[in-house]
């Protein structure tokens, strides 16, 4: 994956993989390599959410606001 990616490429790609995944018209190999890389689109956007909470936190935190968290949603 690009260094260089944003966040909102990294959603779009996975929107993608998650697309064809739903219609299940691809090959068993095919999906098991594309989910793979959701996983990866997943990942680097989960980590780049915890880094922009981790910054609104030190901004608040900064300017004398009370400690700032946000709730992860809980996964069935």
């Known amino acids: 994956m690009k ?3 944003t966040f909102e490429q990294a ?3 996975l ?3 998650v697309g064809r995944l739903e219609s299940g018209d691809i090959p068993l190999e095919e999906a098991l390599s594309i989910y793979q890389k959701g ?3 997943s990942k ?3 980590d780049r959410l915890k880094n922009a909470e981790e910054q609104l936190t030190k901004v ?3 300017h004398g606001e009370e400690d700032f968290h946000l709730q992860e949603e ?3």
């Open 15 to 17: 929107e993608k993989i």
């Open 60 to 62: 608040l935190t900064d």
């Open 39 to 41: 996983m990866e689109y």
């Open 11 to 13: 959603i779009n790609e």
């Open 74 to 76: 809980e996964q069935e």
């Open 44 to 46: 680097f956007c989960h």
């Open 3 to 5: 260094e260089k990616m």
